[in-house]
């Protein structure tokens, strides 16, 4: 508890000195407040994320302990019981709510028009001596200064927290702060979606898209269409996973009912989130299809797609589809009573249309230009549909081509080109580009990432993103109406895995959508960070720990008796401490000073901190041994030049149970490269290799870079060159198929002709479809 009370006096010191006193009317003085001002970048914003447009210090403190009341104003009691309920669930303290009695010495909700701010999502929040005051214009203001309220009480959990004497003004820069998640690819558990839900709330998030139908599952079920679930909610994974022990397909299933769907929109709802369901038309509609063969455009039937990438289903653009889906919609609108209904419209590949007959009879008796044409036709139809109904539409870029349905809200993933063109247009815009705002691009670079999207996205990046392009003018600007996030989930099948790739992004996401610009500051954002963390442990997140912890760059002696080493933090924190005993490093333990040159052998632990308290919940280590220096993984290997660009960290999709690998591989060509191979003294060269399914949708363009080597050995061979065009020094056949384990280990004499450095490029000769060998780990095998 002492500890507690000297890091909030030690922030309330902090506050003060940069700003000097301000004096605070009493918690029922009428007074306006102070006049709204940036803060400047060394201020921690008391450490809530999103940081408040203004926080003004004062002297004074107020106790909150469990003596402490909460006093619920009129129409504030629901905000009031989430509030101690939220506060109760995650710290020591338990407060008691009540309507009536005297406001100091309390913690007050009210109704009110604070000054500061006309937005109904504005609220002000006081705290002096004689109590603390939460004012709002309406719940959805009051809810969000109650969230600032319990960060502040959650950032250190006691059962008696002095909080500085303080004046925070807050509104959001955006109305429209989303989310999105993926339950089509991968499913997700109702207790983990309210998971998410509760997190965003606590971010001041207000969008959940929940994006519900893709070609490998439909996951919301339809009373009118109900082989939409019994058919198109399940499919077999590609692989020996997709055939059980009785040599039936074992099928991956879920959906969620309507009345489970009722149920996460009302838990939304009372956290003043609106949940906007995605259906996606005219593509991504292969598990419809093989539902609904008749809506689709090939004959005979489909199954749900175990394939990830564009696969080629199309809905039929004709009348009876329309109708179809507007039944559909009609369920959809009784469900979701938000204003959006997402429509998807994004990489609906054409090829079907063109290829049938039907179709472009149909669009020739349209008097279409086109495919992208038709789509609009679509769409505009069921916009008008939508209209009707009091509802407006959203898709993603896409929907330009072809010409944009007239009210239509853009969703620009493709870059902010797309939303600059709908804004220059006079549509609405939400920024979600994917080079920047897709979270299941990986953290970090490091080992340790679970599986997705290596061409990683950091939380600086996330963080430096504004979602208003410089050559709008100022009247186009209001027409980008918010930011959101996306999870796609091709590679994310556990919560875990979830969590792991959501937090701590989420809390850049929402610093973006919240935050006025001018008052955004990355170096404050890392002070406010730890506490955050804190309060996600609180929430039961189990938050991602590779941007937390230390990344190391090796760079390895000719000689093998020393390495040098390189070592920093993801996220830029600066204070690394080491050790070379393999002890556990403290605050006290040596500075990383610049790179480390370390004898072999060495065990290096290193651990970031930022004010003395360790940031990861475990350090990072290394052993550098004589073995270490002549092993590498698919992780720690380069990838050739000729690979290509579409570098994935896949997981094995055969096993049926248990335990999964996961292989970073090139998937056009799969190539590692070993830079800078110390080959001297070398005989031989070992691989373990894994073998997995070729489970990718590729459009024609991509298809044509897929390449592989002849194999001349029946069933390929493992090959080693000096540099990816240069002679081969090391072959060996492959197997039909791996061990029991999923494995092989082959060694082939390597024949290094004198060569004592070389890049070494590994390939697996052999069509890569319908299954590919990858490589897990490699090693030198020096002569005896």
């Not at 929907?399 to 870059?415: F, Y």
């Not at 335990?659 to 490269?673: A, G, K, Q, S, Y």
Request: glycine content about 8%; charged content about 20%.
């Amino acid at each position: 508890m002492n500890r507690d009370r000297r890091s909030v006096h030690a922030l309330h010191a902090a506050l003060l000195l940069a700003l000097g006193a301000a004096s605070l009317p009493s918690v029922d003085a009428a007074d306006n407040p102070p006049s709204q001002q940036p803060l400047p970048v060394e201020l921690t914003g008391a450490s809530i994320i999103p940081r408040p447009a203004s926080v003004q210090p004062a002297p004074g403190s107020f106790v909150v302990n469990n003596a402490t009341r909460i006093q619920a104003g009129a129409g504030t009691n629901d905000v009031a019981q989430q509030f101690a309920g939220l506060l109760g669930r995650t710290t020591p303290l338990q407060l008691q709510t009540a309507s009536n009695g005297t406001a100091k010495g309390a913690i007050q909700f009210r109704i009110g028009t604070p000054a500061t701010t006309v937005s109904p999502e504005g609220y002000s929040l006081r705290i002096n001596g004689n109590g603390i005051l939460v004012e709002a214009a309406d719940a959805r203001g009051l809810f969000y200064g109650a969230m600032s309220l319990w960060q502040l009480l959650a950032a250190a959990p006691s059962a008696e927290v002095t909080l500085p004497a303080m004046q925070i003004d807050d509104a959001p820069r955006f109305n429209w702060r989303g989310f999105m998640l993926d339950s089509a690819r991968h499913f997700q558990s109702i207790e983990d979606i309210k998971l998410i839900l509760d997190a965003m709330a606590t971010h001041k998030l207000n969008t959940f898209h929940w994006h519900l139908t893709d070609d490998q599952g439909w996951r919301m079920e339809i009373k009118r269409y109900p082989k939409l679930t019994e058919v198109g909610s399940c499919r077999a994974a590609a692989g020996e996973a997709g055939v059980g022990p009785d040599g039936k397909p074992h099928l991956y299933c879920g959906y969620y009912t309507q009345e489970q769907i009722r149920d996460v929109v009302a838990y939304a709802a009372a956290r003043h989130i609106t949940v906007v369901p995605e259906i996606d038309v005219p593509g991504h509609a292969q598990a419809a299809v093989a539902a609904y063969p008749e809506h689709g455009v090939v004959d005979g039937p489909t199954q749900p797609s175990a394939n990830w990438g564009v696969n080629p289903y199309l809905f039929n653009p004709r009348e009876e589809t329309l109708q179809f889906l507007e039944n559909i919609l009609a369920e959809v609108l009784d469900m979701f009573p938000g204003q959006y209904i997402h429509i998807g419209g994004d990489e609906a590949v054409k090829y079907q249309w063109q290829d049938s007959p039907q179709v472009q009879a149909y669009l020739r008796e349209l008097g279409l230009k086109d495919e992208e044409a038709l789509q609009s036709h679509m769409l505009k139809r069921l916009e008008k549909y939508l209209e009707d109904h009091d509802r407006k539409l959203i898709g993603w870029d896409e929907i330009i081509e072809g010409g944009l349905p007239p009210q239509a809200t853009v969703m620009s993933w493709r870059g902010i080109e797309g939303g600059i063109e709908a804004a220059t247009h006079g549509h609405d815009v939400v920024m979600a580009p994917g080079n920047t705002l897709y979270l299941d691009f990986l953290q970090t670079n490091l080992p340790e990432e679970p599986p997705g999207r290596p061409k990683f996205t950091s939380m600086q990046r996330i963080y430096a993103f504004d979602p208003v392009p410089a050559e709008l003018t100022e009247a186009q600007r209001k027409h980008v109406i918010g930011v959101q996030a996306n999870m796609w989930t091709e590679h994310t099948r556990s919560g875990e895995h979830l969590k792991h790739n959501v937090f701590p992004r989420l809390a850049a996401l929402s610093e973006i959508a919240w935050t006025p610009l001018q008052n955004k500051s990355y170096d404050d954002f890392l002070t406010r960070l730890p506490a955050q963390l804190q309060r996600y442990k609180a929430l039961g997140i189990g938050y991602g720990q590779t941007a937390l912890s230390v990344a190391m760059k090796r760079q390895d002696d000719r000689a093998g008796n020393k390495v040098t080493v390189e070592l920093s933090n993801p996220l830029s924190y600066r204070d690394i401490r080491y050790t070379t005993d393999g002890s556990t490093p403290t605050a006290l333990s040596p500075a990383y000073p610049g790179a480390l040159t370390l004898p072999v052998p060495t065990v290096l632990t290193a651990q970031t901190f930022f004010n003395g308290e360790p940031v990861a919940d475990k350090p990072s280590q290394w052993n550098f041994d004589a073995a270490s220096l002549l092993g590498r993984s698919d992780k720690t290997l380069a990838q050739c030049p000729q690979g290509g660009r579409l570098l994935l960290r896949l997981i094995d999709d055969n096993p049926l149970h248990g335990e999964r690998d996961n292989f970073d591989v090139t998937i056009f060509n799969p190539c590692w490269l070993w830079e800078d191979a110390q080959l001297q003294d070398i005989a031989s060269i070992k691989v373990r290799a894994g073998r997995i399914p070729y489970n990718f949708g590729l459009l024609h363009e991509d298809e044509a870079k897929r390449s592989y080597h002849k194999p001349k050995a029946r069933h390929g061979e493992f090959e080693v060159r000096a540099s990816c065009e240069g002679p081969v020094l090391a072959t060996v056949p492959l197997p039909a198929q791996t061990g029991a384990d999923g494995f092989i280990e082959l060694e082939a004499p390597l024949r290094a002709n004198g060569v004592q450095i070389s890049d070494l490029c590994m390939t697996f000769s052999g069509d890569t479809r319908p299954q590919m060998w990858v490589l897990d780990q490699v090693w030198l095998q020096p002569k005896d």
